[in-house]
């Protein structure tokens, strides 16, 4: 029930064209030249978060509006599930660097989500620290599709637990943290951003029917 009362306060926010969702949620800066992306590559941000920016190689691939609301909507998910002490998680959403990537990333030592250890592979996504995430986006993917939420789970837990280490192993037992309730968050965000796009935008199906 709480899931489904923060989800129609983001539908009443987005009619009324305000990012400012509850009283801990605010538009920290006027709009400016610094939130437009111009040249791809560029670092742009993201309105309603302080220091939180985007890099993307297509700067139509996810507008800035999209990305502000899926923080928010993780963020209202995230709330509702586990709290917040001391505003740890919203402090550091608002202290983030995402990056689009168009071709997958190589990395050693990493896990699965049922903990398995591989030594060395290709990722459609990586939490660095809790202050940069990277997200393989190609074109033509939407945001819902990718691992951006995933990998905000890896630097909220970060953020939350004071650990530094984001919980690498997910549902693993090496490193505490991450349990199979963050992996169904993930899912239900996902289900969430989907609809709420769909809403105000259109669903992908019926913007390929209307392009025919």
Known sequence: MHLICFSIIVLTNLTLGCFTISSKLHLFNKLDGTYDCVTPSEMTRIPGFQFTYQKQDNCKLYPKEKVAIALNLFYLYWYAEFGDRADAVLKNLNNLIIEYRVEKMSFK?????NGEFVAEGTAIGLAHGKGLIQVYAPEGMEMYETSFVH?????????????NDGDPDHEGDKYPGWTSRHTQLIVEV??????????????????QTDSR
């Open 109 to 113: 030592n990493g896990y699965r989500l």
């Open 151 to 163: 990998e905000l789970v890896h630097v909220s837990i970060n953020a939350s637990s004071g650990r």
């Open 190 to 207: 996902n289900e969430a951003l989907q609809s709420i796009l769909e809403l105000k935008h259109g669903s992908k199906d019926q913007e």
